[in-house]
């Protein structure tokens, strides 16, 4: 389980084809305190560490399933590319956004952008199949990153990230037409599917 808080900014360094897509992924995290088979959500999707290594910086290696590929942005990975990493959620750790499993539930675009005050005021397409589950003042996960949704209007709805968000996250490079991770809120699932098997 993870927050949607990000903690550092990765690089994909190299992605090679075996029988699933592998990636190495720069991390400044220390090498040392991760353990192989730990969780790190990588623009929010949870991933396997398979392998570490220190040269010539920190480094750790997940395979990524032909599923994964095709519910997520990852087939748009390319070396140089930044992405959100967090770390899996501890016991005692502070949950500062919402709870995020890592599993993607599917991709949005970013449809426009526009600067409010420091701010800027994101506008995104969902799939259709996913935009009922996004509400007003909803918490959502964007590229890993739990964000409060300011309005929705059919499968749009925007969210404003503000500079800090900008500075310490993958967002500050992010443009119109970009493919972005996104996770529903937990809760608004299991609402949904208790009203599915309520109306059986």
């Known amino acids: ?12 360094l190299q992605l090679e084809r075996r029988g699933d897509l592998r990636a190495r992924i720069a991390t400044s995290y220390p090498v040392d305190g991760i353990d192989i088979g730990a969780s790190i959500a990588c623009d929010g999707v949870c991933l396997t560490v398979v392998a570490l290594g220190r040269e010539p910086r920190g480094w750790f290696d997940v395979d ?9 942005n990852i087939g748009g990975w390319a070396p140089g590319r930044r992405l959100n990493l967090e770390r ?3 016991v005692g750790d502070e949950l500062g956004g919402h709870i995020v499993s890592g599993h993607v539930d599917g991709v949005a675009e970013i449809v426009a952008m526009k600067d409010e005050g420091d701010s800027t005021r994101f506008t995104f397409r969902a799939p259709e199949a996913l935009a009922g589950f996004i509400a007003a003042k909803g918490s959502v996960a964007l590229n890993g990153t739990s ?12 969210v404003n990230i503000i500079p800090h968000t900008k500075a310490v996250t993958n967002w500050g490079g992010a443009g119109t037409g970009d493919r972005v991770n996104l996770e529903i809120d937990t809760l608004a699932r299991y609402v949904a599917r208790l009203q599915d098997w309520a109306a059986r």
């Open 1 to 12: 389980m993870f927050t949607g808080i990000v903690t550092d900014i990765g690089e994909v």
């Open 147 to 158: 964000l409060t949704v300011n309005e929705v209007s059919g499968a749009t709805f925007g």
């Open 64 to 72: 990524i399933s032909a599923e994964s590929v095709a519910r997520t």
């Open 88 to 90: 899996a959620l501890r």
